[in-house]
């Protein structure tokens, strides 16, 4: 298995806050057995890791 392979990837993604705005806490996973899991993480699985700058 390639872990390098972009099939096993997400696109980046990046976001700009106006003033006022926030980011709140949160999870960037998904239970197993709930149907977002399941939309989500059929094909790809789980988020390893987020970063933010």
């Known amino acids: 298995m390639r872990f390098n ?3 096993f990837g997400e696109p980046i993604e990046g ?3 106006a003033v ?3 980011f709140r ?3 960037g996973t998904f239970n ?4 977002d899991y399941h939309l989500h ?3 790809q699985g789980q ?3 987020t970063a933010m700058v």
Request: neutral net charge.
């Open 25 to 27: 806490a949160h999870t």
């Open 5 to 7: 392979d972009p099939s």
């Open 32 to 35: 197993a057995g709930q149907w």
């Open 41 to 43: 993480c059929a094909d």
């Open 15 to 17: 976001r700009r806050y």
């Open 20 to 22: 006022g705005q926030e």
């Open 47 to 49: 988020r390893t890791w």
